[in-house]
């Protein structure tokens, strides 16, 4: 590892904040909250993981399943349980991991492996159907992808339309990668 940025950006209010660290072209963002815990209501903040499984994700796949790791331990620590670990490539899986051991959720996590096409639409549509299904208050979506989305037809209009659900869903959502 050569080079390390870190940069400290504000998610949805001052009570929150992601540090973003880049490491070996990999972006791990790491989620803390600063304030005193009976302050933040963690039972309403939903985590969604969204993990690019696709061939062109190789090699970076085993770096982004240890940052996922070191996240889901962070959120442990913090408190926050509601965690969603979304896989795509053509198509988009959920994985409900509330309520999981960290040993199951990293079993989860490194049974990962890359192969077909991307398609961030895919993936788009589970996210909505995961906050439609867990209805949070607050919600952290965390895209791990290499960029390289080559099935969606017009993304512009795709990130567009996830962004007004989530305005219209959530009282603060958050979607960085």
């Known amino acids: 590892m050569d080079l390390i940025k870190e940069k400290e950006f504000s998610m949805h209010s001052a009570e929150e904040s992601l540090a973003k660290v880049i490491m070996d072209d990999i972006v791990l963002l790491k989620y803390t909250v600063p304030l005193e815990p009976q302050a933040v209501d963690q ?19 085993e770096t982004a399943k240890k940052a996922i790791f070191e996240l889901i331990k962070e959120f442990d620590v913090q408190g926050i349980s509601k965690i969603s ?24 996590v490194d049974r990962q492996y890359a192969y077909g096409h991307t398609c961030f639409q895919a993936a788009f549509k589970e996210i909505r159907t995961c906050i439609e299904f867990n209805q949070p208050k607050d919600v952290c979506i965390i895209f791990f992808t290499d960029g390289i989305d080559n099935l969606s037809k017009n993304l512009t209009d795709e990130i567009k339309e996830l962004q007004q659900f989530l305005i219209s869903k959530t009282k603060t959502a958050e979607l960085r990668s």
């Open 43 to 61: 039972s309403s903040k939903l985590v969604i993981i969204a993990l690019d499984v696709s061939a062109s994700m190789e090699p970076a796949l």
């Open 85 to 108: 670990l979304i896989t795509f490539e053509e198509t988009a899986l959920t994985r409900d991991m509330s309520g999981w051991t960290l040993n199951s959720m990293q079993y989860q």
